[in-house]
Every structure is written in C-alpha cells, then in structure tokens.
C-alpha cells in the first residue's frame, strides 16, 4: 500500500536488507501538483462529513429507510475507494493526459479508513452504537493508523464508547502499564535480539543447513515473532 502510494504520487520506494542490521523501507512523494496535496484530505473530509451526518438520519430511520440509508452510505464509501484504487489503471489518465486528472494521488490508508467507516454504519443500522455525539471520537476512531499494521478493522461498536467515556489519571493502571512496556523490551531486547543471531545464521544460506537446524531456525523464527 505504502509503495502504490508512493509512485502513485509521482515518487519512489524501496526496501533494503541487511542481515544482522535490520530493514529500511524508504519512501518518497511528489507533492508538487496542489491536487496530490489537497486530494487525500479532502477525501478525508468526505468520509468523515458523510458518517457525522449520515449517522443521525440511520438511527432515526427506521425499516426501509434505515437500510436504503446503509446501503446509500456503503454504496458510497466503496464508490470513492475503487476511484482512488483502479481509476489510474482505467483508460482515463490517457484521454485525460495534460490535465490534473492524467493521474490520481493514491491517499495512503483508504482502504482501512474506508472498512472502519462501513462498519460504523453497520454497526449503526444494527442498533449496536449511537450516533456519534463529539467530533473528535469519530474522527480518532476513523483515522487512528495505530491498529492499521496488525489488524483486523476495528469495530465501531468497540472503539467508540472507549473514546467517549472520560477518562481520568488512574495510578494504579499507569504503574501496570508501565510494567507491561518494560516486561515487553525486556523480551525484545534480552531473547529476540539474541534469536535474530542464530536465525540470521540458518537463513543465510538455508542450502547448506540440516533439517534439524532448519526446524529449530524455525521455531526460533516463531519465537522471535
């Protein structure tokens, strides 16, 4: 996603590998046309405009209506998407060719913004939620890239009642939280590290190892992970 993105916008990606030092992955943007600027934010503000009034209408409605209004909304979201996603492999950008539209920017995290907001509708037209009251919740729950690389699409039903609850300074939780962070680089640092040594070796030249060392590579592999 991050490399469609990438030449999409009229710029570069890579990745490189070095054994024992890690991985880079490099990327870079023309943001030259105003319209690859603006573009993605504006798509942004669309998807958010659409569920904070679209929200309201689908808990009023009821039977018929609610799901013709599910159904307009889904209808729309997956609209923009399959735009922004096939519209430079369409014959388009070759008849529009000299203009702005010879090419679309590729906004980076359209899919999952995307899903996440069907399923906030979803989980509106089931009478799992109410409609979002505070502005600021729908669009951290929108928008949050956190949860984008581990998935799965968080559920609206889920997030939302935890952004719009107050929460208070709790002692007791930021302690074990702390602790959780600190067991969780200890384990980094004191067993993965060590790991990546031996796995580094196997992989390296996988040919030249015996089918024992390969399996416990591999084992070492899942521990690692």
Known sequence: MLKQSAEMAGGTFGIESEIGKGTWIHASFDLS??????LPWAVMGFVFCLLWFLGPAIASASGKRRGRLVKGGVIA???VLAIFKYYNYSPLPTLLDGTVLARLPF???ISFFTFAAISYLVDLSREKISPAKDPGALFVFLFFFGTIISGPICRAGQILPQLEVEHRFDRRRTVRALQLYGLGLWKKVAIADLLTLF???VYEDIPAQSGPMLVLGAAAFTLYL
């Open 199 to 201: 796995i580094d070796v």
């Open 107 to 109: 906004p980076l995290g």
């Open 33 to 38: 046309r105003p319209l690859d600027a603006f």
């Open 77 to 79: 979201l997956l609209a």
